[in-house]
């Protein structure tokens, strides 16, 4: 994993190492990050009550949440270059409020409070990006790239009280874990300037890091304990940034 990650690194430099050779486009984008599948999923209070025995949860309760990248790529052929991006997100949970309730009716307690930290997911991956004018301005952009994502899950930490007296806490520890990922992209360049441009684009990220989460021991066996989360970590992207064109010279003859 680690040669694969200095592989990566390589690529990314490499498009502008050579970027006097070729057409190279160096960009920054911002946006919002809207988690797909069972990780942006929540579960209802009563669907996590137990009475006997703990229940996992599939679902990541991952909010819709921002996230930065930057990309480098080198354009070796009139559309075609080579490159790589670098990406981070964080996404707070929803649903918090499902989960103390839950919590509270399984353990039969007065009062539990839930706290939460976030996810944090960083990714970089080198690929083939494509460029096509469609107007003297404006071209089409598009991207398949595959590398490497680092995920971290959040810790939950629920405080329980009973009768004035507070009981031991339940706390679902943060977990991280390294997998391969997919970035699929699309959008559009407007050239402001010669070397200045703006962007907006869609993407789809893939990853599937399979955790092992730690939890403090409880003394009620009841309620949600998860103790692994081997669910797609995917979302659909929607972003807007600036790029700069560093163009080829052409030699005079």
């Not at 070729?22 to 797909?36: A, C, K, N, Q, Y």
């Not at 810790?155 to 991280?176: F, K, M, R």
Request: glycine share 10%; net charge positive.
């Amino acid at each position: 994993m680690t040669k694969f990650l200095y592989t990566a690194l390589a690529l990314c430099i490499a498009s502008v190492s050579y970027g006097q050779k070729g057409t190279t486009i160096l960009e920054f984008d911002g946006g919002v990050s809207m988690p797909l599948g069972n990780w942006g999923k929540t579960s209802t209070a009563s669907s996590l009550q137990t009475l006997n025995g703990t229940k996992s949860d599939d679902h990541g309760y991952a909010n819709t949440s921002g996230f930065f990248s930057a990309d480098g790529a080198w354009f070796f052929s009139k559309y075609f270059g080579i490159g790589g991006m670098f990406k981070y997100g964080t996404y707070n949970l929803k649903g918090v409020d499902s989960l103390s309730q839950g919590y509270e009716e399984s353990f039969d307690v007065d009062t539990t409070r839930t706290y939460v930290t976030n996810y944090k997911v960083w990714s970089i991956m080198p690929g083939l990006y494509f460029n096509m004018p469609l107007m003297s301005k404006l071209s089409l952009t598009a991207n398949a790239l595959i590398g490497i994502a680092s995920a971290k899950t959040p810790q939950i930490y629920v405080n329980i009280e009973d009768g004035g007296v507070t009981d031991p806490p339940v706390i679902q520890y943060s977990a991280s874990k390294v997998a391969f990922a997919v970035d699929l992209g699309l959008g559009f360049r407007y050239y402001i300037i010669r070397c200045l441009s703006v962007n907006l684009k869609a993407d789809y990220f893939y990853t599937k890091p399979d955790f092992t989460i730690n939890n403090t021991q409880r003394y009620t066996n009841t309620g949600r304990e998860v103790s692994s989360y081997n669910q797609p970590l995917e979302s659909i992207n929607f972003s807007a940034g600036l790029a700069y064109t560093i163009w080829r010279k052409h030699k005079k003859t």
